[in-house]
Structures are given as C-alpha cells and as structure tokens.
C-alpha cells in the first residue's frame, strides 16, 4: 500500500515543469506557515548580520548603503 508520500511523488511525476514549481512554492508556503514569529526573527537578523558580515568583507560601509539608496530615491 503506498503512503501518502508515494502518492504525492506519484503524482509529482505525471505534473509539467511549470506546475511542478507551482507545487514547490506551495510546499515551502505549508512549511512558512508553521514557523513560529520567534523563529521568523531569529532568521531575519540572522540574515542581517550575514549581509552586513559580507558588506564588511567587501569594504562596503553603512555610508556607502545610505547613498546607494538615496540614489534609487532620487531616480523614482
């Protein structure tokens, strides 16, 4: 007897590319769900202090990202 699983894999097989991504986004939008708010901001500072570690490696200030987004203002 297949698992539910197998019947979804199943399924996946006899799916389009483009709907196959369709299904990827829709799993990854059930997983979202389930994410705790606390966990939702431990990933997002997270990824903050990670940005701003690669901005440091590249020698890119806060300066530097001030002016880069006044410049996109300013071009709206």
């Known amino acids: 007897m297949l ?6 894999v199943q399924e ?7 709907q196959v991504g369709e299904v990827l986004d829709f799993i ?3 997983k979202f769900r ?3 708010d606390q966990e939702l901001r431990n990933e997002f500072w997270r990824a903050v ?4 570690d690669i901005a440091a490696a590249r020698g890119i ?4 990202i001030a002016e880069e987004i ?3 203002r300013a071009e709206q």
Do not use: C, I, K, P
Request: aromatic share 4%; glycine share 0%; no cysteine.
């Open 3 to 8: 698992t539910q699983q197998d019947l979804v």
């Open 12 to 18: 996946l097989r006899t799916l389009r590319d483009d």
């Open 28 to 30: 990854r939008f059930l």
């Open 34 to 36: 389930s994410v705790s």
């Open 49 to 52: 202090n990670q940005a701003r």
């Open 61 to 64: 200030t806060e300066d530097d």
């Open 70 to 72: 006044r410049q996109v």
